[in-house]
């Protein structure tokens, strides 16, 4: 095992960083590669998507550097990293998310409880014209189960309830958005950085709570109901050289600037590095 985490360790000081994992953080993470490359040309980053559990299972293999997630790491896959490296992979808060819900633009549901939108994505409600929008069939667009988005969704929106039967996986948050935006009967969800095309509603936590809309100040007050972290996991020992500068750098106020003008909201102050 010695051996094992000395040649995953020598094998990321040679400048090439992988970045492997979360479709909602791959167009931030790409950003966030491109801006660091022009400032520190000897260190080349390659950055892909796949969903969280993609990325972390490539971080278990020793694929990737680093894994980029939308959810927390689960139990399993910490094991696995113990298992093959000997230690719980190291996590670092990167961003913040107001994961949105997507209708189209003339769809005239402006606003929905979290109870709706649980009834909603398990099936139980299937016409828009029960939670107050037109009288036709309520066409779900959802992500595959590889996604932390999938997960994250499914764990505090459904309460862990399946989805409905007959809800369309989609591949990406982009290609989600994309089927919403041209569905007039269509709902689904995701990162805010991809609210182009489609339109986010307003969540109420219950029937009697003001519905609140995703913007920098209700998720940083965690006013909107439906907030996360978005998360950069490395095997221990192995975030040094240019990658401890790199994941540095993400935290800093440059690339969370960065981060702000994507789309996503910037880490609190507490957890930033302060470069």
């Given at each position: 095992m010695a051996l094992a985490m000395a040649a995953f360790a020598c094998s990321l000081q040679a400048g090439e960083i992988t970045v492997k994992g979360s479709d909602t953080l791959v167009i931030l993470a790409r950003e966030w590669a491109q801006k660091y490359m022009e400032a520190h040309p000897s260190v080349k980053i390659q950055v892909t998507g796949g969903g969280?559990?993609?990325?972390?299972?490539?971080?278990?293999?020793g694929q990737t550097d680093i894994a980029d997630a939308s959810r927390p790491i689960n139990a399993k896959e910490q094991e696995a990293c113990v298992l093959k490296f000997g230690a719980v992979p190291t996590e670092y808060k990167v961003a913040v998310d107001?994961?949105?819900?997507?209708?189209?633009?003339?769809?005239?549901?402006?606003?929905?409880?979290l109870e709706q939108l649980a009834l909603i994505f398990t099936g139980k409600v299937q016409n828009w014209k029960d939670v107050g929008g037109n009288d036709?069939?309520?066409?779900?667009y959802s992500r595959e189960?590889?996604?932390?988005?999938?997960?994250?969704?499914?764990?505090?929106?459904?309460?862990?309830?399946?989805?409905?039967?007959?809800?369309?996986?989609?591949?990406?948050?982009?290609?989600?958005?994309?089927?919403?935006?041209?569905?007039?009967?269509g709902i689904g969800y995701g990162g805010a950085a991809y609210t182009t095309g489609a339109r986010a509603l307003a969540v109420k936590k219950d029937a009697s709570s003001?519905?609140?809309?995703?913007?920098?100040?209700?998720v940083m007050s965690g006013e909107y109901p439906i907030w996360r972290y978005l998360y950069n996991y490395v095997i221990p020992k192995s975030d040094t050289g240019?990658?401890?500068?790199?994941?540095?750098?993400?935290r800093g106020n440059d690339a969370q600037e960065i981060a702000k003008?994507?789309?996503?909201?910037?880490?609190?102050?507490?957890?930033?590095?302060?470069?």
């Amino acid at each position: 095992m010695a051996l094992a985490m000395a040649a995953f360790a020598c094998s990321l000081q040679a400048g090439e960083i992988t970045v492997k994992g979360s479709d909602t953080l791959v167009i931030l993470a790409r950003e966030w590669a491109q801006k660091y490359m022009e400032a520190h040309p000897s260190v080349k980053i390659q950055v892909t998507g796949g969903g969280s559990g993609v990325g972390l299972a490539a971080l278990q293999n020793g694929q990737t550097d680093i894994a980029d997630a939308s959810r927390p790491i689960n139990a399993k896959e910490q094991e696995a990293c113990v298992l093959k490296f000997g230690a719980v992979p190291t996590e670092y808060k990167v961003a913040v998310d107001g994961l949105s819900v997507y209708v189209n633009k003339d769809n005239p549901v402006k606003e929905l409880t979290l109870e709706q939108l649980a009834l909603i994505f398990t099936g139980k409600v299937q016409n828009w014209k029960d939670v107050g929008g037109n009288d036709a069939p309520i066409n779900i667009y959802s992500r595959e189960n590889s996604s932390g988005t999938y997960e994250f969704f499914k764990e505090h929106v459904l309460k862990k309830k399946d989805f409905a039967a007959n809800a369309q996986t989609m591949p990406g948050t982009a290609v989600l958005v994309q089927r919403v935006e041209g569905d007039p009967n269509g709902i689904g969800y995701g990162g805010a950085a991809y609210t182009t095309g489609a339109r986010a509603l307003a969540v109420k936590k219950d029937a009697s709570s003001p519905a609140i809309e995703p913007s920098e100040a209700t998720v940083m007050s965690g006013e909107y109901p439906i907030w996360r972290y978005l998360y950069n996991y490395v095997i221990p020992k192995s975030d040094t050289g240019d990658i401890a500068g790199y994941l540095t750098w993400i935290r800093g106020n440059d690339a969370q600037e960065i981060a702000k003008k994507v789309g996503y909201y910037p880490l609190p102050q507490k957890l930033r590095t302060g470069q």
